[in-house]
């Protein structure tokens, strides 16, 4: 008795090429997100200026963050923003009116809030 094979189908090779070709593809398309790294870190005597920091009424010094990623945070009466050698995305809520927003800074820019308002800074990324 002869056993019969099942016969190979022609486009099984192109199938499989086509199935990863989307799959690198996808991976392609994919933006890269940061990893979760973010650290915060003693600002020094005097500051050092390489790391982002942020001024709040609520601290006695400012609280400095390194290393590439994100890092969520509860931090209120923010007042001042700081990028250092670093693009640095600030995600916060102002106290006075509620209102919820990011600020991004490129490499050594500073930003401070308008009108005396404070902020809860809820999350940063440092890119």
Known sequence: MKISRPARTPGLLKKSAATVAVAVGLT???PATPA???NTVDCGTPVIQEY???KTDYLP???CLANAGSMNMNLYLA???HSGNNKVTFFYTVQE???QTSLTLEKWQDRGLAFGFHAT???VVIW
């Open 28 to 30: 392609i398309a994919i």
């Open 36 to 38: 979760a790294a973010v």
């Open 52 to 54: 982002a920091r942020i």
């Open 61 to 63: 010094g400012p609280v």
């Open 79 to 81: 007042t001042d923003f």
């Open 97 to 99: 009116n509620n209102t």
């Open 121 to 123: 800074v809820t999350s």
